[in-house]
């Protein structure tokens, strides 16, 4: 079967950096997605890797490893407003999006 | 309108009734979806629409129905309301550029009693 992991729950302080890994077994690859998602509110684009390697969106940065079926979110310079889910998404070989469960990220001040 | 919207916001359903939850897109976006997210799970694809005039099955889509007469709207359909139909159902649409990225509407939070 296809699986997205993902740790359920992190804390982390204010000012601080964050490291959220994801890791996946699916049948095909064919990109990789983090989304940012405020409780009761919609899934917002963040990032989107297909090649190794790191991706780098101001205070985000988004790292692929495709040989070892990983993928991490880095948040530097932590806002309170950081308080969110942070949901990994992998697209299989149907081009179909399979989701993790989503991290909850705490930032405590 | 700007981007996608979902109507209702949020609604409370008898078993056994009809619901229709609508989706509009003003992006002239090709693909559409309909995902229901569960505390705990991650998002689960209910049906897609490719582009107007097709539809194709997700991972959940017993209970469900869809159409997709146009481009902008893409309702999703409950033909008799369970109670395990209960969730958060989300519309998406995608840009069909190179990341084929995914954006959502707001939500439509079901309660089926």
């Known amino acids: 079967g296809q699986n997205i992991d993902q740790p359920t729950e992190m804390t982390a302080t204010e000012g601080a950096i964050v490291q959220i890994n994801c890791t996946y077994q699916?049948?095909?690859?064919?990109?990789l997605f983090w989304y940012q998602q405020h409780a009761g509110e919609a899934p917002t684009f963040l990032s989107y890797?297909?090649l190794d390697g790191l991706e780098e969106k101001g205070r985000f940065s988004s790292f692929l490893s495709r040989s070892k079926g990983y993928s991490y979110l880095l948040l530097k310079e932590l806002q309170m407003k950081d308080s969110a889910s942070y949901l990994c998404a992998v697209r299989d070989s149907n081009y179909q999006l399979i989701w993790g469960a989503g991290t909850k990220l705490i930032i405590k001040p | 309108i700007a981007g996608i919207t979902q109507a209702p916001t949020s609604q409370i359903l008898a078993a056994g009734r009809r619901m229709t939850l609508r989706c509009t897109q003003d992006?002239?976006?090709?693909?559409m979806y309909w995902y229901r997210q569960d505390l705990g799970l991650g998002l689960r694809l209910i049906h897609y629409?490719?582009?107007?005039?097709?539809?194709g099955k997700g991972e959940v889509p017993d209970g469900y129905s869809v159409s997709r007469a146009n481009t902008d709207d893409f309702p999703l359909t409950l033909a008799s309301a369970v109670p395990s139909q209960t969730s958060v159902y989300f519309c998406a649409s995608s840009d069909s550029e190179e990341t084929d990225t995914q954006y959502f509407g707001p939500g439509t939070r079901l309660t089926v009693l």
């Open positions: 992006m002239r976006h090709n693909a």
């Open positions: 890797n297909v």
């Open positions: 699916t049948s095909g690859f064919n990109g």
């Open positions: 629409s490719n582009t107007a005039g097709t539809t």
